[in-house]
Nanobody
Framework: VQLVESGGGLVQPGGSLRLSCTASGMVYRITTMGWYRQTPGKERELVATSHRSGATTYADSVRGRFTISRDGANKRTVVLQMNSLTSDDTAVYYC?????????WGRGTQVTVSS
């Protein structure tokens, strides 16, 4: 499974960004797709996940501001709509996909929230 992310960039506080990630390769049987983020010196942390059943989870820090969704054939695209961004959201965002007990990762996309 290969994951390609897009949509990162620089945004002012209070602004919005939309991240997208599309899986290719053996995409059947992918169950959960999600987004994680990491800043220098810190552990990678969960942002949001989406199961193909429609169930979603969110980190407390983003609930109510971020929305995760799945799209496309085999639900192989995951989108993270991020609103009301703050400087605390600055990080490298990684897409993930779970398939038969294995977690695959994208290369990451930088999100910077700054005035």
């Amino acid at each position: 499974v290969q994951l390609v992310e897009s949509g990162g960039g620089l945004v002012q506080p209070g602004g919005s960004l939309r991240l997208s990630c599309t899986a290719s390769g053996m995409v059947y049987r992918i169950t959960t797709m999600g987004w994680y983020r990491q800043t220098p010196g810190k552990e990678r942390e969960l942002v949001a996940t989406s199961h193909r059943s429609g169930a979603t989870t969110y980190a407390d820090s983003v609930r109510g501001r971020f929305t995760i969704s799945r799209d496309g054939a085999n639900k192989r695209t995951v989108v993270l709509q991020m609103n009301s961004l703050t400087s605390d959201d600055t990080a490298v965002y990684y897409c993930s996909a779970n398939r038969e007990g294995i977690t695959y990762w994208g290369r990451g996309t930088q999100v910077t929230v700054s005035s």
